[in-house]
């Protein structure tokens, strides 16, 4: 038997992959970014063949640079972005080789009507999901209304956890049931396929295919798998779990007040929860964690990290350059160069953190990113460290909004994500938190907890709780340095007031309807 297991998080922008040992050190790594695809506007896709594609890539990757024999890795299982899917036929193929992106909001047009059917509160209790359309839930039923013809092609709907264990070679193809919570088309009662929300929206049941569990063995790579990843044939290929539950359980948090914060391209407050009232905690998500059974309350960030990503591509093209002349990081050059010479509140200047729309508690779609404060003594540092804090910030909305529920937490926030691998970032994040965070020694945590279901279907870890004892290790704690505290909580009132006034003075929705637009796209 081998002694390694690989992690493979498939997320929104690129794929991921880690070598690691039974203790979760890392030996090799491979990583691939890619580009969506914007066919129209509030469309947002990306190719499946290509994904898969990059996905083999990032796997071959990382077995090169770990320098272990790939028959040593014994078994692999995944991570994957949430409420993405795509649709296959009776050949399991993907139709259109397109999957639907979470960030996709074609679907906004088609809200009213599935409201209409089944409020989204009773959607909330039945599923544990809100009634946002980012949820493939939401994106489904506007293919069924908008696109016939594809909705009577598919066989199944696919999440993209099921797409990729199909490519990897599973034997059958199947849904893993935590990833598939996420989705809005699941009854946390049952854990299984909800008739009643498929009944409300005319959705036929018979396209919804089989259930596995987490850190289930569903088959073993082939020879063309092998030869396209470099995996050994007869790797077993484990069920693993949507990215964020995967984020929390490589964070540590598998217990009742156990919170994480992941600050990526989706970020996320994650608190364990055995037993959630899903009916009294409206507005947040609350899908299964890997422990099937036991939930997470989870307030949602829609725009997250990619803000960043914005700014590294649009503000800070010219260094991104220059960081990739010096085989830097463009991050650690953008921290180096402008969030070290610009003080706490960012000299005035805030940024409203919502490119693609903002999640919990808001969940406004219209909700677009704002700098405010910018005067002609702002400068490009303060712009850059503004994008930071908000980011941040619009993290804290989301605690506050949760503890305001009467949801309890622990008061250390482990943190995750590309976010927590800054040291400005994480002293930033106890600073406007006002609460101690820790990093983790592996700050990929989806992919540590992917590589931990990996490790237990393979049967060197009994349960969650032995995979988490086992390679989870927790970094630096950061205390909040209380005169930034003072200041963000400052900052902190004026940038929901900003978000309200904008709001109260339908200055979002007006910019919407401004907004160029394809005439004959429906949604």
Known sequence: MGSYVMGIDVGTTGSKAMVTDLRGRILGKGYREYTLNYPKPNWVEVGAEFLIGITFEAVREAIADSKV????????????????????DDGLNVIDDKIYVWLDS????????????????????????????IFAIAKYYWVKENDPETYSRTRYFSTIGSLVMHAFGSDDFAVEISDGTVSGLMDVRTLGWSREVAEALGFDMAKFPPLCKPAEVVGRIGPDVSAKTGLAVGTKIVAGSGDQQLAAMGAGVIRDGAVSLTIGTFGLLAIGLAKPNFAGLTGMMIPSTPRLGVFEVEGPQVSGATCYRWCRDVLCAEDAAAAADKGMDPYELM?????????????GVLFYSALFGSGYPTWDTNATGAFIGLRSTSTKADMVRAVMEGITLESRHILESIVAAGVEMEDVISISGG?????????????????????????????????????????FYKNLDEAVEGMVRFGQVYEPIRPNTDLYDTMFGIYKDSYYALKDRNVFDRLADVRPRDKGDKG
């Open 69 to 88: 024999e790939s028959s040593e890795i014994e078994a692999v299982s995944f991570s994957v972005n949430r409420s993405s899917f795509c649709l296959v």
């Open 106 to 133: 074609r679907s906004e047009s088609v809200m009213d009507d599935i409201n209409g059917r089944i409020s989204p509160e009773r959607r909330n209790e039945i599923t544990g999901m809100p009634g946002g359309n």
């Open 335 to 347: 921290g180096e160069k402008y969030i070290g010479n610009s003080p706490p509140g960012a000299g």
């Open 419 to 459: 976010a927590s691998k800054s040291p400005y970032w994480r002293q930033m994040i106890a600073d406007i938190m006002g609460r101690k965070v820790r990093s983790l020694d592996v700050p990929d945590a989806a992919v540590l907890g992917a590589a931990g279901l990996a490790a237990i279907g393979a049967g």
